[in-house]
């Protein structure tokens, strides 16, 4: 602080304000200005607990004789402005958007229809009944009793028939179909995001004053009838920070993101891969054949008719009877008798056939049917990037204000320093 005059006497109390920080100073002139805002001085006939202003500053700040400062001694307004800053906190909250994929599983059952070409081979057994016709030639002869031989010999024909058979075979095939199905999956993914929001915090400051206004004590003279030597400071009554330039802010500080759910599009899959098909039995369709191959007919032996049609006999002797021979005629030697019968020819009959027997079975192609998409399964959520959206800014918290700079005396807004 700055030294100040000597004074004694009688003094009066003008109302003041406080202000924050101390300021010490020397007046113009020959007189001395002391300053405290903080008033923290031992008060004194030289000093009040805020300081002294001395007279000479007075004037000299007001430029006014002594006369008119004799005059309005006790109608000055003191005031102090203390350079200061004022702490700022502001609550944030910032909007996110993260893009997110899901991997997903699709199961799927397709359903397919195999066509089936059966191919046949019929064998058959072919049943033959053989009529015949048998020429027949008969031969009679025989011996009376005078030497004399009689030969007769006759043709007819007699009906017959054989059994028999033959094997043969025949190609053929059909066509059929069967149903089935096969299990499979396909894997895929899809692409979503999710809007969030996170809160924050910013600090910062803005620059300005502390105003007070100064209480003081007109000092007088004691060696002179009233007149005043100076004035003594008595308090700072604080009316405040005053902002004086805008905020500076710092780097907002940012909590975790909270996110809501993940809104999806729609899933892009692969191909399926399946297992094998589970087909029913084959439907199919009659044969359709070709002639039947048979090799030859092999025949037992014929049975005859036990009827033969005979034409007349015809005689080595005209005229002669062969009941001769055969009606036990006494003139026959029974010994000499001989009837041979000779069969012919024979005529074969018609053919029937017989059974046909199933061949093989050979599959044919598979024809693909529709896929039926089964349930999707949803698997794990890969959380991409966020992108950090707009900050709303909240209400600004004022803090405490500190003073950066020391005081500075005015009186009647004339600054004294």
């Excluded at 044919?364 to 959520?381: E, L, R, S, Y």
């Amino acid at each position: 602080m700055i030294g100040f005059k000597k004074w004694a006497g009688r003094a009066t109390t003008v109302c003041a304000m406080t202000a924050v920080a101390t300021l010490a100073f020397a007046s113009a002139a020959s007189a001395s200005v002391t300053f405290d805002p903080t008033c923290s001085l031992t008060r004194s006939n030289g000093t009040g607990a805020c300081g002294f202003v001395g007279k000479g500053d007075v004037q000299t700040a007001l430029g006014w004789n002594n006369a008119k400062l004799q005059a309005q001694a006790g109608s000055l307004h003191f005031t102090s402005v203390q350079p200061a800053t004022q702490a700022l906190t502001q609550s944030l909250t910032q909007a996110g958007t993260q893009a997110g994929t899901q991997a997903g599983t699709q199961a799927g059952t397709q359903a397919g229809t195999q066509a089936g070409t059966q191919a046949g081979t019929q064998a058959g057994t072919q049943a033959g009944t053989q009529a015949g016709t048998q020429s027949m030639s008969e031969d009679l002869s025989c011996t009376v009793d005078n030497g004399n031989p009689l030969n007769f010999h006759r043709t007819g024909s007699r009906d017959g028939a054989r059994s028999g058979s033959r094997v043969g075979s025949r190609d053929g095939s059909r066509a059929g179909s069967r149903d089935g199905t096969r299990s499979g999956s396909r894997a895929g993914s899809r692409d979503g995001s999710r809007a969030g929001s996170r809160d924050g915090t910013r600090s910062g400051s803005r620059p300005g004053n502390v105003d007070g206004n100064v209480s003081y004590t007109v000092g007088y003279d004691v060696r002179v009838k009233n007149q005043i030597n100076g004035f003594l400071l008595n308090s700072v009554t604080n009316t405040g920070f005053v902002p004086t330039g805008d905020p500076v802010w710092n780097a907002p500080t940012f909590g975790d993101y909270t996110f809501g759910d993940y809104t999806f599009g729609a899933y892009t899959f692969g191909a399926y891969t399946f297992g094998d098909y589970t087909f029913g039995d084959y439907t199919f369709g009659d044969y359709t054949f070709g002639d039947y191959t048979f090799g030859a007919y092999t025949f037992g032996a014929y049975t005859w008719s036990s009827t033969t049609t005979w034409l007349d006999w015809v005689p080595d002797t005209p005229g002669s009877n062969p009941a001769v021979c055969t009606g036990n005629n006494s003139h026959v030697d029974p010994g000499s008798i001989v009837d041979i019968v000779t069969p012919g020819a024979i005529t074969p009959g018609a053919i029937t056939d017989g059974a046909i027997t199933d061949g093989a079975i050979t599959d044919g192609a598979i024809t693909d049917g529709a896929i039926t998409d089964g349930a999707i399964t949803d698997g794990t959520i890969t959380d991409g990037a966020i992108t950090d959206g707009t900050i709303t800014y909240g209400a600004i918290t004022y803090g405490a204000v500190t003073t950066t700079g020391p005081a500075h005396l005015y009186v009647n807004g004339t600054a004294l320093s």
